[in-house]
């Protein structure tokens, strides 16, 4: 009989506390995605060397372009935003002026960006690329701003090659 | 008290159940047709002309040599899910961008093409 009870007890606590809880403690996480992959530079592009018709062939329509006085810039990017919040509450409000709660959020965008530079012939005069999305979400939020840690961005004018896969649909003259 | 046990049973179990899904899509439209590329030759074909068959361009860029006119169009898909204590949301915006380049006598010089945003998708932040 004592067992029966106390099981009954246990259920009762936990129907209760599915009913309250719901209003005073919550966790969400949003995710954005704007943009497809960027694919990393390879070899395949030399600063100095290779044209905008090369370059229009291999990644497609750039995401922005900008004129920077006798240079253009071509940005390929996508964006990887987070959001996500706890929040800790006890839901008064109803019949009472007092509703305290107490909530921490937090939102972190990462950048995956390739800028190319070219002259005013449309000759690649400098590749820079970031891939702010290889840094894991809790690091990039909490780790320290001026720390370079995984998170650096790369700057290069030719050279080495980076991991990646190419996804759509990209072509170009 | 078996009674009353298998109500609070059967009540945590839907409480636990409670929950509650969403889905949206959104587009921002262009009715450009990219296989209509292939009638364009750079050296030869003019800005008027592929304004003619594309219509007006969604932004047009004032180059260091020239011009761009940028033809783009957008799919987005969301997916939200609420359940007791969790809640988690997804969103995601996928392109369809074609770009030409023209040189300053407006006669097209490049032009690229990218075809993502069937790619968009519904689906869980992680």
């Keep these: ?173 | 008290m078996k009674f009353i046990r298998d109500v609070i049973i059967v009540s945590s179990m839907m409480l636990l159940c409670a929950s509650c899904a969403m889905f949206g899509k959104s587009k921002e439209y262009h009715g450009f047709d990219a296989s209509l590329l292939a009638t364009f030759t750079p050296g030869t074909t003019t800005a008027g002309e592929i304004v003619e068959v594309f219509g007006a361009p969604t932004h047009m860029v004032k180059l260091s040599n020239g011009n761009a006119y940028i033809y783009e169009r957008s799919v987005s898909k969301g997916t939200g899910i609420w359940l007791v204590l969790l809640s988690f949301g997804n969103y995601e915006t996928q392109y369809d961008r074609v770009v030409f380049f023209f040189d300053n006598e407006d006669t097209l010089t490049h032009y690229g093409l990218s075809m993502h945003a069937g790619d968009s998708s519904y689906g869980l932040p992680f």
């Design chain 1, 1 to 173: 009989m004592g067992f029966r009870f106390n099981v009954t007890l246990v259920f009762v606590m936990g129907f209760m506390a599915g009913v309250i809880l719901p209003g005073c403690i919550s966790y969400q996480f949003v995710r954005q995605i704007q943009g497809s992959e960027v694919m990393p530079p390879g070899d395949t592009l030399k600063a100095g060397s290779s044209t905008l018709g090369e370059v229009l062939s291999l990644y497609g329509a750039p995401d922005t372009i900008k004129a920077l006085g006798a240079e253009d810039l071509l940005i390929y990017e996508r964006t990887l935003y987070g959001n996500s919040g706890l929040s800790f509450g006890i839901p008064f409000g109803d019949f009472s002026f007092v509703n305290p709660e107490i909530s921490a959020r937090g939102g972190l965008g990462r950048y995956d960006t390739l800028a190319l530079f070219f002259t005013s012939d449309r000759i690649l005069r400098y590749i820079v690329y970031t891939k702010g999305s290889s840094c894991p979400y809790l690091k990039a939020m909490f780790e320290e701003e001026n720390a370079a840690g995984d998170c650096k961005r790369v700057k290069r004018k030719n050279g080495d090659a980076y991991p990646g896969d190419e996804k759509g649909v990209d072509k170009g003259q």
